[in-house]
């Protein structure tokens, strides 16, 4: 068996249990248009998909330009369809470019799971890219920055893909820390160390960095002298 390089697309519904909460057996045509929407957009830039299951699906491309064609096309058509009960559903997708074995039951590598974890930080609504899907497939793409990503050893770098008729305002992606020194810093004080662990993980959460914590005024200002937060 040998490797062979692809692109991957990983896309999840948001909220899903919610949406089969609130909309019991007509969850199946939340299913139904979100999948054809995705296998259209498939089938009009090369796409294949090897795995659809539950709200989750895998797909490959033979190129990375063909693959964020594909998202933001299924993206927009998301978008445009009418939801059961005007519930407002939200697809997650996440690319990577990379290389995978192919078993005969499956790709198998760990690009895959870096595709699967980048469609993990992402919003719904929002394609996030690994930094070289965003350099091979030439889109216009926003940077985030560095991010430590569950399960990935190495920090990366994640781009949001910019495309007419997708939303661009979204919060900063989801079980990832930013790691690059661009980061505003801060040095947190509380006498309550709950409070304190509370509010620095919302603070690195938002993309700054709790260089420093102090429970007491003297601590502050020793690490105020000591770290020079922004």
């Known amino acids: 068996m040998s490797a062979q390089e692809f692109t991957f697309l990983l896309t999840d519904i948001e909220r899903s249990t919610a949406h089969v909460r609130r909309l019991d057996e007509q969850y199946c045509e939340v299913l139904d248009s979100s999948r054809e929407a995705i296998r259209r957009a498939l089938g009009e830039h090369r796409g294949s998909e090897i795995e659809c299951r539950a709200d989750e699906s895998f797909s490959v491309f033979p190129s990375a330009a063909d693959a964020v064609a594909a998202a933001a096309s299924a993206q927009r058509a998301l978008l445009a369809v009418e939801w059961p009960r005007d519930t407002a559903v939200r697809i997650r997708m996440g690319l990577h470019t990379g290389v995978a074995v192919d078993t005969g039951n499956g790709l198998v590598g760990f690009d895959v799971h870096l595709a699967a974890r980048l469609s993990a930080a992402g919003h719904g609504g929002q394609v996030l890219l690994s930094e070289r899907t965003a350099e091979l497939a030439g889109a216009e793409a926003l940077e985030l920055g ?51 662990d509370g509010i620095a993980r919302l603070l690195e959460d938002a993309g700054m ?20 937060p922004d």
């Open 209 to 228: 960095r709790v260089v420093a914590q102090a429970g007491s005024p003297d601590e502050l200002l020793e690490h105020v002298a000591a770290k020079a």
């Open 146 to 196: 560095c991010f430590e990503l569950r399960g990935v050893p190495e920090p990366q770098r994640l781009f949001q893909l910019v495309a007419e008729g997708l939303p661009q305002d979204f919060p900063p992606p989801r079980f990832a820390r930013r790691v690059d020194n661009d980061r505003l810093s801060v040095v947190l004080a509380d006498d309550s160390m709950l409070i304190r």
